[in-house]
């Protein structure tokens, strides 16, 4: 897979001047590291936008900081948004050692179809969406794709130690977590009470019928 390459600008606009970065078209940034001073920087936001939907937070980046002779080898490691508005606000990259291995979650992503999921009445049955791994940065993949074809009968089911996956990919989730299962589907059966005049002329209730009023003798 071709490799995703970010020019980035260092930064002196900071804290809420920042908002006047974001009108001319340019998102701050920030870099960090392990043993690493945070520093400012900023990038196009049509170019930061692009790389954001090619590499998510788990495929390896090389930041093209001007005036630096190499590239720095980064991962997103935070997106920030309007919450109303869903626009980009700001991004922190997290910059690696390519002979150092990190820990990262990695998203799990179903693939193929489920023979088990052909009969009416089953659905498939999520468990945990992503995979703990650790590993050297440029063989950490993007997702880990589940095949889904093994599921052949209902209540079948694919746990991580079932995932096939790089030997130079260390998995640190337990092996018996769940991942994917084809159960039957729970139909809730509510049932409707219709209470009918019939039924009701038919219970048994007991009507006392008024007692009439005995007058009273005046006393002469």
């Known amino acids: 897979m071709k490799g995703l390459a970010l020019p980035a600008s260092k930064r002196n606009v900071l ?9 001319q078209g340019i998102i701050p940034t920030h870099l960090f590291g392990h043993g690493l001073e945070s520093v400012p920087l900023q990038c196009d936001t049509a170019e930061l936008q692009r790389i954001i939907a090619q590499a998510g937070t788990t495929r390896l980046i090389a930041l093209e900081i001007e005036g630096d002779k190499q590239p720095r080898s980064v991962f997103i490691r935070e997106i920030q948004r309007d919450a109303c508005t869903g626009a980009l606000l700001h991004i922190d990259f997290y910059q690696v050692r390519k002979k150092e291995r990190i820990k990262v979650d990695v998203p799990i992503v179903p693939v193929g179809e489920a023979p088990a999921l052909k009969e009416k009445g ?10 703990s791994v650790e590993c050297l940065p440029d063989r950490l993949p993007p997702q880990i794709e589940v095949d889904l074809s093994p599921l052949e009968d209902v209540e079948q089911a694919i746990y991580v130690k079932d995932i096939a996956i790089s030997p130079d990919i260390t998995v640190i989730t337990a092996p018996d977590q ?3 299962k084809v159960s039957e589907a729970r139909v809730e059966k509510v049932e409707e009470v219709v209470v009918e005049a019939e039924a009701v002329e038919a219970e048994a209730v007991e009507v006392e019928a008024p007692t009439e009023g ?3 003798e005046k006393p002469e």
């Open 214 to 216: 005995v007058a009273e």
């Open 15 to 23: 804290g809420k001047k920042t908002r006047f970065l974001r009108r």
């Open 178 to 180: 769940l991942v994917m």
């Open 122 to 131: 089953r659905s498939l049955i999520h468990g945990i969406t992503s995979l």
